[in-house]
């Protein structure tokens, strides 16, 4: 999912909290967490990195900080969208043996760039 998005300089993640910041005009970071399923840090480190690519501000008021989505996230997430949304477009378009042969392709091309194991040196001659 992370390739998808990478030409746009954003991860899933980050995707997955500007969509939830679109649906709710404004929200605090907690909510942000808790809509994710993730903790009140980590939906922080993502909204400073959103907020580092001028995709959301901090407005911060006497009792809180809510994260609000800038013109220019707004701008972008009909284009981003389209890119995140592409595997599942993929997917729903393989029949169920497609996807299977697909999953064990997958497995083994991710074997195949794990390093290949030393042999122990007891067994060496």
């Not at 030409?7 to 605090?28: K, P, T, W």
């Not at 599942?88 to 497995?107: H, Q, S, Y």
Request: charge should be positive.
């Amino acid at each position: 999912m992370d390739q998808c998005l990478e030409g746009f300089g954003i991860s899933y993640a980050q995707y997955r909290a500007l969509v939830a910041l679109l649906d709710e005009n404004d929200m605090h970071v907690s909510e942000l967490a808790r809509r994710l399923r993730v903790t009140r840090q980590a939906a922080l480190a993502i909204a400073t990195k959103l907020a580092r690519s001028d995709l959301v501000t901090f407005e911060r008021e006497s009792h809180a900080t809510y994260l609000v989505v800038t013109p220019v996230a707004r701008r972008r997430i009909a284009r981003l969208r389209e890119f995140a949304d592409m595997p599942d477009v993929l997917e729903k378009g393989l029949t169920d043996i497609e996807r299977g042969r697909l999953v064990a392709l997958l497995r083994k091309a991710d074997r195949s760039l794990a390093p290949p194991r030393r042999p122990t040196w007891w067994l060496e001659d």
